[in-house]
């Protein structure tokens, strides 16, 4: 379970430590940074995949991305006694990026390059440091692996700190490159985690969602990211995960309801079935907030629970009737798996903020910067460049 997470530069999140507990409910007005500490951990996510440069590029490169404010308050700002403008910058510009876990701790810093020259590829960031520690948080006593320009040093048997890598290109990560079972397990051990943690806010439910037609199936563990694959993973679900769980987690928002699926020529499609209805409706005639909430369903019921599942704004089309439902299907998805879920909606905010083990956050900006109130930061320490 992640037990902190930490940005720093990243459009409105200036620098931002929270402690996470198993379900960590985000909320705040529009506008309150929700969106960003979503995107924040999906780009943490990212970088596991290789793709951190490329998901940076596509939300405008780092300079669009990075903190837009002065790099300090001063008291006479904070105070409206004079306009907040910059001063003289004393630190490096950088966007800043990690967590810890019960065992182990990874942050990653990226900056824009030193040499710009005259390649067409001269603004995209470069990775200046990156760090993994035993523990809760990065001491020169605790890191396991080290990241500082083209180096990675891994401390072996002999606790020694020796370099594996020399020459790694400023646009790859040690998490890709340095992984190995002989001199960085603890790197493909994290590694390996970080890409399993699985995102859900592009679930489609539009009359052309892929959900509603019938697909080619195939066993199918994991929900995809756009719900296209639903009736396979509910009929996997059916046969090798908690079926009763997805039976009770259906009668509980629809009553008297039920879910078949039926396979024509290879084809998997959805049928439900009704209370009062003389027929089992077709997914291409269910309503959005029906699909929606069996897209969540089969997304959170997994029969291979992932170590963390991120819900971006799950409500979405749901009728209010819905969240309460959904609530207890997220408290027992958090059973086994660690689950953040960002949400502005009253009702699901109210009825998860009982469930065990949920903390709640209420984002809120102050002079453009997102804060949070009443709330004790752990630990924690950046890799130095």
Known sequence: ????????????????????????????????????????????????????????????????????????????????????????????????????????????????????????????PEIKAEALWAGESLSRSNEIAGRNGPTVRVLNAQGQRIPVMQSLARFDSMMTHAADPKDGLELLVMRERMRAWRFYDHLRTDRDAPSRSPKIGTRTPVLSGDGSDLAAALQTILEIGDERALEEAIDDAFPGASIRIVVTDGYFELL??????????????????TLRYLLLAAALLSPRPAPLVVLNEPETSLHPELLEPLARLIAKAAEETQVIVVSHAAELVDALSGAPGCMRYNLRKELGETVVDDMDAPRWAWPKR
């Open 272 to 289: 439900m079935q009704q209370k009062g209805l003389l027929r089992p409706l077709r997914a291409a005639e269910l309503s959005d907030g």
């Open 1 to 124: 379970m992640i037990l902190t997470l930490a940005v720093s530069g990243y459009r409105s999140l200036r620098d931002l430590v929270l402690p996470l507990d198993r379900i960590t409910l985000v909320t705040g007005a529009n506008g309150s940074g929700k969106s960003s500490l979503y995107r924040s951990i999906r780009l943490l996510a990212e970088v596991a995949q290789g793709r951190a440069i490329a998901s940076l590029a596509a939300e405008g490169g780092l300079q669009s991305t990075l903190w837009a404010g002065p790099e300090a308050f001063s008291r006479s700002m904070k105070r409206g006694e004079v306009p907040v403008q910059g001063t003289l910058r004393k630190s490096v510009v950088s966007l800043k990026l990690g967590f810890a876990d019960e065992d182990y701790g990874y942050a990653i810093d990226l900056g824009l390059p030193a040499d710009a020259g005259e390649s067409f590829f001269a603004m995209d």
